[in-house]
């Protein structure tokens, strides 16, 4: 089992280190570990990003787990040499286009969640964001305009990418509560009556999902104002990377985000995908041991339920953390003063005790 682990920028080489120890703890037979950079700091030591042999140690993996990239310091780089192309060019040269990204309540953390406790109680739902296309990866660019330079994005999404995005929303759906809601702005955007057209033709492979269609800025509304209403949010990359963010807030944290992005390449053990929290390098907090390592926790438990078939320890690491997450145990994101390494430690401790 070999593992590509990509700590990144900022706080990812924090939050990684932690992922680490529990995945050292679980003492895997035959795994091996190889460690590359991306990011702000594979720009500072190779001149790009994302380093073809970054790429390459991606392409050889069963899984890869990553941190995060993204440093101030580089943003004013033109934008094939900022950090945050390091992600998206994995992901699209990958093709990783099924982004999972699960967001639970935790028994005894609902007063640490943005909402009233009890509208935060009810929430456990799953976004299934498309992650190879949309505005993310259309042709973008400057241009003289009348009102001087002008930015364009283009934003598109064909029927193929929809289908095999929604294919995956029907089948997460399938496996829990069976209610599917398609979130578009088919108001408004092309892009979006053609993303609800062809939800509703792959709806008809599933009929014991119940579908239902909202716009997203209503779909942002209904998040606050009653988040247990949803099971599987399907959307396209960029709601759904706006609605992942609020998601974390109504939870208690984005530090407890894990997300998998998965494509279609087979391993021997699983589904090849590169797992990370849905957070970014946080370059407030960074270097200060501030850091929830949850997050990449339960993406290093997400990455060996799919793609090393590992459900049981992936189990063991989930119900650990939700141990920790529900004691005193607490960092400053959670109105805590634990550090990244002692929630760390706690972790470690719990998973020592849990079957
Ligand atoms: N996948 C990625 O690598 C990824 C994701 C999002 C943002 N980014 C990049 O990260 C940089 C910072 O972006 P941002 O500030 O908008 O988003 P961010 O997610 O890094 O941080 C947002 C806020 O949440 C806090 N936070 C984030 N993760 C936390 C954790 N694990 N524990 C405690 N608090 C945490 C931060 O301190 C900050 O206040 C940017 O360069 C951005 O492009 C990268
Ligand atoms: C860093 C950025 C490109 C990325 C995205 O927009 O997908 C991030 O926000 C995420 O959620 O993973
Ligand atoms: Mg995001």
Redesign the pocket.
């Known amino acids: 089992m070999k593992i590509a682990i990509f700590p990144?920028d900022?706080?990812g080489p924090e939050?990684i280190a932690e992922a680490k120890r529990v995945l050292e703890a679980l003492s895997l037979p035959q795994l091996s570990l190889f460690e590359g950079d991306v990011g702000g700091i594979a720009y500072r030591r190779h001149g790009m990003p994302l380093p073809q042999e970054t790429l390459e140690m991606a392409r050889a993996a069963d899984a890869a787990l990553f941190g995060?990239?993204?440093?101030p310091a580089c943003d004013e780089l033109p934008r094939e040499h900022r950090?945050?192309q390091a992600?998206l060019s994995l992901r699209s040269e990958l093709g990783l286009f099924a982004n999972l990204r699960p967001a639970a309540g935790y028994p005894g953390l609902e007063d640490m969640s943005s909402l009233k406790p009890e509208v935060a109680r009810g929430i456990d739902l799953l976004v299934v964001r498309e992650l190879n296309g949309d505005v993310y990866f259309g042709e973008k660019g400057e241009r003289a305009g009348e009102g001087g330079r002008e930015g364009w994005d283009a934003m598109s999404y064909n029927e193929t990418e929809v289908r095999r995005i929604a294919h995956i929303g029907f089948q997460a759906a399938q496996k829990r509560r069976k209610r599917l809601t398609s979130v578009d702005k088919a108001n408004v955007l092309e892009t979006s009556r053609i993303w609800r057209e062809t939800v509703i033709e792959v709806a008809r492979e599933y009929p014991d999902v119940q579908l239902d269609h909202m716009y997203v800025d209503n779909a942002a509304m209904q998040m606050v104002r009653s988040p247990g209403q949803f099971d599987v949010i399907l959307t396209g990359n960029l709601f759904g990377d706006i609605l992942s963010d609020q998601a974390s807030a109504c939870v208690g944290?984005?530090?407890l985000l894990a997300s998998a992005s998965l494509g279609e390449r087979r391993t021997e053990f699983g589904t090849f995908g590169l797992y990370?929290?849905i957070?970014?390098?946080?370059?407030?907090?960074a270097g200060e041991g501030?850091?929830?390592p949850v997050?990449a926790i339960l993406s290093l438990a997400m990455l060996l339920r799919h793609s090393l078939g590992r459900e049981s320890d992936a189990g063991r690491i989930e119900r650990a953390v939700a141990q920790v997450v529900a004691s005193d145990v607490r960092?400053a994101?959670l109105g805590g003063t634990a550090s990244t390494g002692e929630i760390g430690d706690a972790v470690l401790g719990a998973l020592a005790a849990v079957s």
Do not use: L
């Open positions: 990144g900022g706080i939050v995060a990239v993204g440093d950090p945050e992600i944290s984005i530090g990370e929290p957070h970014g390098s946080a370059p407030d907090i501030k850091a929830n997050a960092g994101d």
